[in-house]
């Protein structure tokens, strides 16, 4: 795979960088323009891309087809209120209403064989944000997202979640690092400040990340989009601005790399939220992650923002802005991860019947248990 990689053109190297979401359920004319432009790494979909199970895997068959080298094809899968499948598939059962490990291994298991029949091969899950009794309270969005009720809850639960997803063929992906636990807005919206000490980060938000490192199982985190201002890793940039963590060396190749050791694939949230557009153009803040360290940028609906984002890196390339090195340090990263990447299963309407209700019998099972 990496061979296969580096024997790109530059042009289409530095669009491996890039996972992006696609405007519609079929591949138009503009679309397939945009893919052959680019050439991304990987593609997210989202509710907008999804009408159907035939449709869905026709769509994600056309995107290999069309693509060099074999895209990580993602969603965001978590069950509850992140189900971009509820079109098509029983709703799932949010991540905070799962108590067991029995449960947790029963809806990873469910949501890789759907998503490998549908021709995904990744999904943007587990959430290891901690959300404990005095969190609950704060109007981040994440309450219903995240696994458990406490760090070790989070741990347990997101663990089991992950090796059962990864092992029954679907690469996972830890979010949202450092940690939104304690924010108290949507980062969707604006960026979040987060007044925590560096004591209680690495006591608490890191604590998943700790835990989850030391058994290599994490093959994939997604960096946040945030702001720490009491912890000495903050940076300031001109105008007295909050960089934001996914933009943030200190953070992403300081912390995330070098303190906690992790040597996976990193990829920002995306860089379409608030809390980046807001405060930056989409060519500046792509090019601030890579140089923080980020392997891969996620922009997930513009195909302006997406061409506006991918054509600043390779500009800064190709002048030297960001050297050759640091471009093929993350190709080899996301090289390492593709080489992972299980083949799509055959789409079967029976097999899928059954796992539709089996995602209806562990929401009985769960709603029981959470006294629903």
């Known amino acids: 795979m990496l061979k296969q990689i580096l024997s790109l053109t530059l042009e289409k190297q530095i669009g491996q960088l890039f996972f ?26 989202f509710a907008r891309n999804i009408r159907s199970v035939k449709q869905t895997r026709r769509l994600l068959d056309e995107v290999r087809e069309i693509l060099p080298v074999e895209p990580f094809l993602s969603i965001d ?19 905070n209403s799962i108590k067991t490990i029995g449960e947790a291994k029963d809806l990873a ?36 997202r995240s696994f458990g009720v406490s760090k070790e809850e989070t741990v347990e639960l997101a663990g089991n979640y992950l090796n059962t997803l990864q092992t029954n063929g679907c690469i996972g992906c830890l979010k949202h690092f450092p940690g939104l636990g304690a924010s108290e ?60 963590t996914s933009l943030s060396y200190n953070f992403v190749t300081g912390l995330l790399r070098g303190e906690l050791g992790f040597q996976g694939l ?21 090019k601030l992650a890579i ?6 940028l996620s922009i997930c609906a513009s195909p302006d923002a997406i061409r ?3 054509s600043a890196v390779l500009k800064a390339v ?28 055959r789409l079967n309407n029976e097999r899928l019947q059954i796992l539709s209700k089996n995602i209806a019998d562990l929401n009985k099972q769960v709603n029981q248990s959470y006294g629903g």
């Open 77 to 95: 899968q978590e069950g509850g209120r992140v189900d971009r499948l509820r079109r098509i598939f029983t709703p799932m059962p949010t991540p």
């Open 266 to 286: 990193i990829l920002t949230d995306d860089l379409e939220m608030g809390a980046i557009v807001k405060n930056y153009g989409i060519g500046e803040a792509c």
């Open 20 to 45: 992006v979401g696609l405007s519609g359920a079929e591949i138009d004319v503009e679309t397939r323009k945009l893919l052959e432009e680019v050439s991304p790494g990987g593609i997210c979909l």
């Open 318 to 345: 190709k002048t030297g802005e960001i050297t050759e090195t640091r471009i093929n340090d993350s190709l080899r990263r996301i090289a390492k991860i593709k080489s992972k990447i299980s083949k799509p299963l």
């Open 185 to 244: 807005i949507d980062s969707h919206e604006n960026l979040p400040v987060v007044n925590l000490t560096r004591e209680q980060l690495s006591s608490i938000d890191l604590f998943p990340y700790q835990k989850l490192f030391q058994t290599s199982q994490v093959q994939a985190v997604m960096v946040a989009h945030a702001a720490f201002p009491l912890i000495d890793l903050q940076e300031i940039i001109p105008g007295g601005k909050l960089l934001p």
């Open 308 to 310: 506006k984002g991918y």
């Open 291 to 296: 140089e923080a360290g980020e392997d891969m």
């Open 109 to 144: 298991k469910t949501t890789a064989e759907i998503l490998q029949m549908l021709g995904l091969n990744m999904n943007f899950a587990p959430v290891v944000d901690v959300i404990d009794e005095e969190r609950k309270k704060f109007s981040n969005g994440l309450h219903s």
